[in-house]
């Protein structure tokens, strides 16, 4: 089974959704698509990789897949806004150097020279962004569509106090301290030239299928079950939301070992202790839902939940998604980074941001959130509109078009990009209103 036909499954869909990319007179931002054909074989080897679209890392070929179909793409590198470097940085079970493709790019082809990478586009599925890629300064000014929104790379884990000071564990301190010595410290994610951008994975679609999870040796689904937005069978159940907060996954990895095997600073960098913490603390709160690994019952409790937490694993994560995609409305809990679109849309009017240091009033700040109607609100925007930015495919993901709008307030030079939850309508900086729900390709 060749790509093209695997993508024309994935995206495509004969009973809904219109391309609206014909009516669009301003087709801005102009991409022009570096095939690479010298290295296509290292970088994008589909019989070596297979399709891993529906996993985590599967941004890595969606993302092309829906540019490639888009009016956005120019031939002509002349008359591009940016260049989109087409390689599959298959992340952790594949990652192959960038060397090659940065030689290609500073030797072969003029273009990157001209604004020192600045208008190159490069997808990064790592699980802490460009951090990731932290060997290869000549990318510093490249644009990273990727995951991770935090600042610095993660230190933690290491953070053994008893032969270290904890202020050195402290990123924000971290941080600090290098400014102050007029050092820049390479960052994870860069704001206002990288785009954080939610996965690829858990959309619902006819023909998922079991993958090889790379990471833990077993076969994994990773598309989700039924969504209330396009299965009536679910929308049922969201209509006795009876769980006030919901969290399921992973807190203690090292928990039960002796400190012989895994002393107790081992694991306490997982999640940036944002887990473990609302777990101490709320694991038996009344009418709260928060636990280990619930199994086949965790979508449904997603669709079942009035808030669910949106908090980090070992970097980035998919749980803000998961969440918006079932009407339940995120908060978030993780200082420093930041989520999918934060940068671009309004997620004050979908979700809530509760700093760490906030937590202990967890039960009163949502409590007080519902008594003000605010709750409602968000529950409503979600419904109405803003579930769909937030997933890929065709014909309901609108992903895609946030991207594509960001990109082109950028190539206009304008302040933002606006989104206007009630009508559903992206404005990219040229006054224009795009309608998210006549159809896509239309910035």
């Given amino acids: 089974m060749t790509l093209s036909t695997k993508i024309d499954q994935h995206m495509g869909h004969p009973d809904a959704g219109t391309d609206l990319a ?27 990789t297979g399709d891993y679209m529906d996993t985590n890392y599967g941004l890595d070929q969606v993302f092309p897949a829906l540019l490639q179909e888009s009016p956005y793409v120019t ?44 208008d190159h586009i490069f997808v990064v599925t790592a699980d802490q962004g460009r951090c990731e890629y932290r060997q290869y300064p000549q990318t510093r000014h490249a644009i990273f569509i990727q995951h991770f929104g935090g600042n610095i790379h993660h230190v933690t884990t290491h953070c053994n106090i008893k032969e270290m ?21 390479w960052r994870c994610h860069y704001p206002g030239q990288d785009i954080v951008v939610p996965t690829s994975a858990y959309e619902r679609h006819d023909n998922a299928h079991d993958h090889d999870d790379f990471m833990w040796g077993k076969k994994v689904n990773f598309s989700a079950p039924p969504v209330p937005y396009i299965d009536p069978d679910m929308r049922a159940v969201t209509s006795n939301r ?3 907060l919901f969290f399921s996954g992973h807190v203690d990895l090292d928990g039960g070992k002796s400190w012989e095997q895994a002393p107790p600073w081992a694991d306490v960098g997982y999640s940036f202790g944002n887990r473990q913490t609302i777990s101490r603390m709320f694991g038996r709160h009344p009418g709260y839902g928060i636990g280990g690994h619930t199994g086949a ?23 803000y998604k998961v969440a918006i995609n079932r009407g339940c409305v995120p908060v978030v809990l993780q200082d420093g980074i930041r989520v999918e679109f934060e940068e671009q849309l309004p997620l004050g009017d979908l979700s809530v941001r509760v700093p760490l240091w906030m937590s202990h009033k967890m039960p009163q700040l949502l409590d007080w959130l519902k008594h003000i109607n605010r709750t409602a609100e968000m529950q409503a925007n979600i419904d109405r509109c803003a579930w769909r930015l937030f997933w890929w495919r065709r014909p309901f993901g609108r992903a895609f078009e946030v991207v594509m709008c960001e990109l082109k307030r950028r190539a206009l030079g304008a302040p933002l990009m606006r989104l206007d939850v009630q009508r559903c309508e992206l404005e990219c900086g040229d006054g224009v209103k795009v309608p998210l729900l006549e159809g896509y390709n239309n910035v």
Wanted: glycine share 6%.
């Fill in 75 to 118: 031939t002509d590198p002349e008359k591009a806004d940016y260049f989109f470097v087409h390689i599959w940085l298959f992340w952790p079970g594949a990652t192959p150097r960038l060397e090659p493709v940065l030689q290609l790019l500073s030797s072969k082809y003029p273009h990157w020279a001209k604004k020192n990478g600045a």
């Fill in 165 to 185: 000071w904890g202020g050195d564990c402290d990123r924000e301190l971290l941080l600090a301290r290098a400014l102050s010595r007029g050092e820049e410290p």
């Fill in 297 to 319: 019952s965790y979508w449904s409790n997603l669709a079942r939940s009035v808030y669910c937490l949106a908090v980090p694993g070992w970097g980035w994560s998919g749980r």
């Fill in 22 to 48: 014909s009516k669009n007179s301003k087709p801005r931002p102009l991409i022009y698509i570096y095939d690479f054909p010298e290295i296509s074989a290292q970088y994008r080897n589909y019989t070596a």
């Fill in 242 to 244: 009876s769980i006030q």
